[in-house]
């Protein structure tokens, strides 16, 4: 047993780093992780010290391994593999690395006060559903139709984001059967979107990249509070209601 | 050898209903009695295929009645309430959504022309079709649904009671992809006539290519076997091998079992196979630096340059929008020298069109921010916007290499951009070479420092698919680096950091020997080294 103190230490130390790593969900935070791994570290080398038997037993296959004659092609080896090794985390800390600029993008950007819709003012905070246009048998039909026919190809013929266009594009499509989206949103805030697409947002945005259309240049008034109403029923979900105060 | 089982340009041969089921049975009955040249079972296991048994499932009318509310939630915005691929959106669909009432269905294990078995129903709702608007629904809906929907399916077609598939190929016995298997593949792709519609190197362009047309007289074109994340039914060797035995049924694709045995179609699976190449879908173009910039696209220096794959999707952004692109990814590699930067444009294009030919001319343009932007910022990606301008350098089959201003897809300009472009045209592939000087000669023309993170985009163009204008496949913005030479300075740490451990190394050693031969002159204890005095 202690001839083994050398590699038991090592392995005590790995079995622990790989515990910690692999056997911990969520990930521990990189800080977290050198904190832990510090603290091991250092009960390990406490535990060695404690004892000069137990610390002899520890450098011995070291010792040997700087001393014996015999063992002169893994010195070397040993010796000249530590000094490349540092050189080699050096480089890949210094040398230049190249990464696309970040694009901090706003995923629900607030909206303006009000919008023009084919002319009209449409106050998006204040705004309700017209008359006529209430969430029914007829308007979800229509609303099918109008899905079908236009958002799909991107969101999806399940909702969700996966249409056979959707990987070409960046951002990806909303998938309205995530918590995150529609759901997050008043309807009103959701008619904006439809309408004035990716030109219409705002810059934190990123409308240069949005593949959004602007759909009042294809759909009317009517048509965008159908597939509002189809985009919620059909994938479950509700719109946030605002309170009255 | 292979009979030509496709047919050309030309009504149905038979009549209003395709050699479906019914038909069939009653041809393999006539022909058991009177054809012997007719295969059955037994001539195929002749010929080394395995066939087995179909296991049809029963299936209970509440199992039909769920799967029915499922079809109507999920299935029939395409396929229709009825069942017949006439749903919301079929006429922007290509290919269209599967009829169901006529029984014709294209993946399948059994003899041509007969229904697919449960199964087969089964695996396609559960993989989808790749290439096509049939999403796979595995995942989404649990195993019982999908069975619930296959068993309503079937209901359509009443086939499927009185003319249901007795055997299947069982699809064993893979040889494995040996040169030897490989050289023998080839040879059956020659004597089979595959490229014929194919191509000689599979890309779907062969002679017989422009002419086809499905059951439904819809145009239809011969798969691209060098893109295999395209293949209707999957892309492996199995795959391979199941669509070879069984053809495409409502297709031009004949089933090969009845000219071949087991052992060629294995082996020209195997041969298909390595045609195709696993796409490298990336973020950033990557370009070296090299002495030269080579100006021909076929010139060996371009292998310096990675390869990188990018998706398109059809511009249905603005009207006039365009559903079905026919050119759906493109590869593309960067390189530069002192003076120049010349990008390699890779796509698939099964016919040449140079605008003598009544149909728009091919096309392609790489779009640039025009101005050097804040980081992060770029021009609307569709041809820029009026506030940011976008540069836009374009091939066309007809003219050659041109450049643009734009802002938008509205207000494009002719520039004065000194763009020079070489192209290559063959196998059903464009190969074009766009250059121009690093430096921006004009005002609003692009510039690529190296290290610099350069947004770009690709509009592409398929005058065979009549896309003009607006008509196009677009992409998003994509990055490209022209990578800087790494700078002396890089390599002064790590080398210093070398220096100085191996040093440490020297001292450290010297002074322990120092310290053990003194120890030893001393007579010290051997305990307190144990090891090293063995």
Redesign the interface.
Known sequence: MRRLTLPLSILIWVAVWAALRLGVQPPIPGSVMNLYLSILTISIAVFLVADQDRFDAFLAPLVSLLREPGLAIPRIGVLVAIPLLLGWFTYSGVRPQFDPPFEARTIHPEPPASFKLHGKAFDVLKGRRPAGMEVNEANLAAGKAVYYRNCMYCHGDDLDGKGHFANAFNPLPANFRDGGTISQLEETYVYWRVATGGPGLPQGATPWNSSMPVWQDFLSDEEIWQVVAYIYDASGSTPRVSEEH | MASPFFRLRSPPAHGARPPSACCLGLLVLVGALLLPGLAGAQDYAAKGFKIGPTSPRESSDEERAAGKALYQD?CS??HGEEGDGR???AD?LDPRPRDFTRGVYKIRRTIQGELPTDEDIFQIVSKGMPG??M?AWQG?LTDEQIWQVVSYIESFSPDFEDYPAEEQFLLEGRIEATPESLARGAEVYEKAECAKCHGATGRGDGPSAAELVDEWDFRIFPADLTQPWTLRGGASVDDLFRTLTTGVNGTPMPSFSDAWNAEDLWNLSNYVHSLGREPVWG??IRGPKIAAVPTDPDDPAWDAAPQVDI????Q????PRL?NPSVQSLAVRALFDDDEIALLLIWRDRFENDGQDDMPADRISVLFPARKMK???????LMG?RR?PVDSWQWSAESGALAFLSHGMDDVTPSASPVQGKSTYGDGQYRVVLRRRLRADGEDEVEFPP?D?VPIAWNVWDGENAEDGKQRA????Y?L?L??E??WT??L???F???I??GG?AIG?RR?RQY?ASQATEGSTP??????Q?
């Open positions: 999920r915005q395409c749903g919301l959106m922007l096509t608007s999403p989404v973020e950033i998706r398109l999707a059809g249905i952004i603005q009207e559903f980081a992060g910022k770029k021009p609307y990606f916007d940011n290290g993170m677009v992409s998003r913005w990055y680096l990578e800087p790494t700078s890089t390599w740490w790590p080398v950091v070398v220096i451990a191996g190394e050693l322990l053990w305990q307190e080294i144990p090891d090293s063995a």
